[in-house]
């Protein structure tokens, strides 16, 4: 939908304007196109961060387990 509007909107603006507004605003077009996507980009290491910090959790909380008198002895709250 955003890209067929974004598509509309160029066309409308080289019917009504000259070729040298039509290239600025295909610049500008352009440059933002690419900052989306570092932003995914970003975003998607993120993610991949997010999911090895999960794994890793996950992995110690199933350690943790195995030793569960070990961590009831602890005194920890919600232990006993």
């Known amino acids: 939908m955003a890209a067929a509007n974004r598509q509309e909107l160029l066309r409308r603006i080289h019917s009504q304007a000259g ?3 039509h290239d600025v605003v295909a610049l500008i077009d352009l440059g933002i ?10 975003a998607e290491e993120q993610v991949r961060k997010l999911q090895g910090q999960i794994m890793a959790l996950r ?3 199933q350690e943790l ?10 005194g920890y709250p919600g232990t006993a």
């Open 65 to 74: 387990s195995g030793s569960k008198g070990l961590w009831e002895a602890s």
């Open 59 to 61: 992995c110690l909380r």
């Open 33 to 42: 196109a690419q900052y989306c996507r570092q932003l995914e980009s970003c």
């Open 19 to 21: 070729p040298v507004l």
